[in-house]
């Protein structure tokens, strides 16, 4: 037997062994694996730009989300200030405040980070004022 016979016959036999294997119930699947492999050898650069666009996209998201909380935020202080002088306000009103209100709560829940201190104290007294209208019915 020389070098030939030995590398043809071996490569022959190693490709009837993976294609079996790929085509078996038997969950190792070689040639799916090398091509996954040279697939991502080819397409390194492009995967690495999706990723980077991909970061850009949640930092983006994350920065609208902070704003989204910060004008939430700016929404309850301000119907706050507007209540505290003494200003009615409608049923609609209050629930479209104490929407923002559950969102801004679950923002701030989920980012420890976010300074909340500042509207603490508002949402709880908007919430006490909105159960006093109901009970007295005195919305505007």
């Not at 650069?45 to 902070?66: F, P, T």
């Not at 300074?115 to 009970?135: D, F, G, Q, S």
């Amino acid at each position: 037997m020389n070098l030939k016979e030995i590398l043809w016959g071996g490569g022959g036999a190693l490709f009837t062994i993976a294609t079996l294997l790929e085509i078996s119930r038997i969950k190792i699947n070689p040639w799916s694996a090398l091509f996954r492999f040279i697939g991502r050898c080819i397409n390194a650069e492009l995967i690495a730009k999706v990723k980077s666009m991909e970061d850009r996209q949640v930092k983006s998201d994350e920065a609208r989300e902070k704003k989204d909380a910060v004008d939430m935020r700016n929404r309850i202080l301000l119907f706050g200030d507007e209540a505290r002088r003494g200003v009615k306000h409608s049923e609609e009103h209050f629930n479209q405040v104490l929407e923002d209100i559950t969102d801004y709560e679950l923002y701030c829940s989920k980012h420890p980070e976010f300074p909340n201190e500042k509207a603490v104290i508002t949402c709880r007294r908007i919430k006490e004022i909105y159960e006093k209208c109901l009970i007295d019915k005195d919305f505007l």
